[in-house]
């Protein structure tokens, strides 16, 4: 398999699946507003894997290791519920948008939070020096201007976040490393606690398991 350029994830073209999979969403909203509660369930459950690779994404990898993500998506998913009914959108790509705003937000909060723990401890040693923001803390990645934000921005962002949320974690932690981060295998090896040979290894292999989870979910939609 080639190397494709750090910030690039190549997904196969499946513009009808990809179109089917946004008219199901723009259904389930219409339905869900007028009280459908099958269609409720099934448009948060599609939002889930979204929202737990976009968590990921507003995080940057040494913040990752320290916050579960688990609980900035069930975060998420309460604050989506309780503010569905103030929801305006109707698309497809207006949802995801929503629920990527609301991911960054708890995101952030998160960050805030581990920070303030930290410097409260006062028996834990906080390497300051090295983190990831002028400021001095562990900061989320920002969504606008990083390459995460504009990674999550393509028409084929919901098949493409299901798939990366599908791989192991330590083959979605390489991809978010060298193609959203952008960072040099010997950054990502000492990031991952790894060698940079066995980082690229993997990350070749991440690209591989994404390519065959793209593949089965163009087949499905």
């Known amino acids: 398999m080639s190397d494709h350029p750090p910030g690039r994830v190549e997904a196969p073209a499946d513009e009808e699946g990809d179109a ?28 889930r894997s979204y929202l737990a690779v976009a968590a990921g994404f507003h995080l940057q990898s040494r913040l990752r290791a320290k916050v579960d993500v688990s609980d900035i998506v069930q975060e998420s998913l309460l604050d989506a519920h309780r503010g569905f009914d103030r929801f305006a959108g109707s698309t497809a790509g207006e949802w995801l948008a929503w629920l990527r705003r609301i991911a960054a937000r708890n995101a952030l909060d998160a960050a805030k939070r581990w920070r303030g723990a930290a410097k409260r401890d006062a028996g834990r040693e906080v390497p300051l020096g090295g983190a990831d923001s002028a400021t001095g803390g562990f900061e989320p990645v920002a969504p606008e201007s990083s390459p995460s934000g504009r990674f999550l921005r393509g028409e084929e962002e919901l098949r493409l976040a299901e798939a990366l949320a599908a791989l192991p974690p330590p083959q979605r932690e390489v991809i978010l490393l060298r193609n959203v981060e952008r960072l040099p295998f010997e950054q990502v090896a000492e990031r991952m606690d790894r060698s940079a040979g066995a980082c690229r290894m993997l990350w070749m292999r991440a690209l591989a398991a994404l390519r065959e989870h793209l593949d089965a979910g163009a087949a499905e939609g």
């Open 20 to 47: 089917a999979r946004g008219a199901r969403i723009a259904r389930w909203l219409r339905d869900a507003r007028a009280g459908d509660e099958t269609a409720r369930q099934r448009l948060f459950e599609a939002g």
